[in-house]
């Protein structure tokens, strides 16, 4: 079974931490009847979906997977690396222990769930703002017994490896080292040589934020601001589904952020 954690629009949204956009005025109404929608669209592709408490002090808490990285055997709590943001784990980690045994993050370590991408049994863990060597470093030993391999990778000019890359599919090759899967990729922010192996879809250079997309089974949920990426998606033959997600985006929260998803 595939579940999906979500939270609610805080009315707050609009005190959103911002490291590279500029403020901008957010409708809070209108992120909430996207956010169904999201919602919606996540439960469509077979996802059971559960809504965690509201937060409405907490501006940025709508953005659930910064709060944990989650494998099938287990679930590492984070350690935002906004302060602000470090209220939000303890509802994500009462509600994951009911599937997941847990692990925590600890001082001096950061990491944001953002900054993690699965492909496989390969994480890759983006080298952030948000995200320190110390925090990777303890995301590695947490996931060594399990024979996960972590790899950390240098990123320029965004918040989060997933604002840079994203999995929107299998290949169907033999397995190897690092277990092959097709990324969708902005080259300026991360290296393409950081994911060997990978076959790379690049964002239209007029799209720069593109790279963001949730792989749920063989769909991809995808944002509707990006529609040249989104054409070179469905030239690959991707499945994908379109959600316009504009006020969310306007905090820097990606397609990606508003859920967290794992197996059970």
Partial sequence: MRIAFIRDVSPALDRCELSHLPRSPIDVDKARRQHRRYAE???ELGCRVESLPSMPEQADAVFVEDTAVVVDELAVITRPGAESRRSEVDSSAAALARYKSLAYIEPPGTLDGGDVLQVGRTLFVGLSARSNQA?????RAHLRPHRYRVEAVALKGC?????????????????TEVAPGVLLINPDWVDKSAFPGMEIIEVDPSEPFAANAVLVGDAVVYPASHPRTRERLEKRGLDVRVVDMSETEKAEGGVTCCSLLFQV
Avoid: D, S
């Fill in 41 to 43: 669209t996540l439960a």
């Fill in 135 to 139: 925090g990777i470093e303890q995301l």
């Fill in 159 to 175: 918040l989060h490896l997933k604002t840079a890359a994203t999995q929107v599919g299998q290949l169907k090759t033999a397995a």
